[in-house]
């Protein structure tokens, strides 16, 4: 006797599909980087990042325009620091007339409505290329949240409605919300990057901001992508300090840490899709080994279904061309 139940009737044509699909991708989910650069009428292609650029402010306000008008309504700066400016201390993060600040500025003047995050961290303006101060070879913790506090503190200045940080310092959080705090940003949030590993796949993102470490690695600080439980207790801290939103990054690797944190968490939670990931769909599907936008939908719908609610990527855009 055949089954009473034939789970194929529920996917015999794209509208009953359509009808029960449990995870829907919109523009509402995205979360775009934007990398900014000094200069006028700048836009760079990132080599290792096709179809993906660094602009200048002036033209940053027509991405701004664009993304709005697709319904983007949330982006993620990040400032590519020349190298005069760069030093051990991060004297270029607090300047209020910086790049990031003007940058920030710069979106909320074109866009008043559009959802500011920025980066929090220092290897944008380290002369070694580290997320943190160095001392006789090692990345200090302590000295480095304090700047970061101050580079928090500047950002909201400026008109952040979020700062991002990303280096993966112990007690950054408490220590940012308590300079937020005290300094009447008591609206100003904090997306940590709560479960940020030592991954492979950044190293496009390194070149579109000239960021590689000078020597050594991140390793002291990011977390080893061995590790499962390590991303719950990080993440519980983060919350316990103040974090609003955490995130996991990188995302397709790391979906089962994803999980694990939706299912002990309540606040939102955030997947960074990262450089590497990106550049992999891109150069494949300009070998024609696959189909870009299929294997772009399917990795972001599992993200999603993983336990997203925010999604970084460098194909928002492409996906609401998609979505039509």
Partial sequence: MYPLR????????????????????????????????????????IASMPNYYRYSLDLLEKEVKELWAMGLKSVLLFVKVP?????????????????????????KNTCPDMLVMTDV??????????????????????DTVEVLASMSVSHAEAGADFVAPSDMMDGRILSIREAL???GFIDTGIMSYSAKYASAFYGPFRDALDSAPGFGDKKTYQMDYANRFEAI???????????????????????DIVREIKNEVDVPLAVYQVSGEY??????????????????????????????????????????RVLG
Wanted: a negative charge; one cysteine or more.
């Fill in 233 to 255: 207790k990080e993440t519980e801290m983060d919350i316990d300090e103040g974090a609003d939103i955490v995130m996991v990054k990188p995302g397709l690797c790391y979906l």
């Fill in 181 to 183: 705090e005290d300094e």
């Fill in 6 to 45: 034939r789970n194929r009737r529920l996917r015999s044509n794209e509208a009953i599909r359509s009808l029960v699909r449990e995870t829907i991708i919109s523009p509402n989910d995205f979360l775009v980087p934007l990398f900014v650069v000094e200069g006028k009428g700048v836009k760079e292609e």
């Fill in 121 to 142: 961290a220092l290897d944008p303006y380290s002369s070694y290329g580290h997320d943190g101060i160095v001392e006789d070879g090692q990345i200090v913790n302590d």
């Fill in 279 to 320: 550049a992999m769909v891109k150069a494949a599907a300009e070998k024609g080994w696959l189909d870009h936008d299929a294997v772009m939908m399917e990795q972001l719908t599992a993200i999603k279904r993983a336990g997203a609610n925010i999604i970084a990527s460098y194909f928002a855009k492409d996906v609401v």
């Fill in 83 to 107: 190298d005069h400016l760069k030093d051990n201390k991060g004297k270029e993060a607090v300047n209020p007339k910086g790049l990031m600040q003007r940058a920030i500025k710069t979106v």
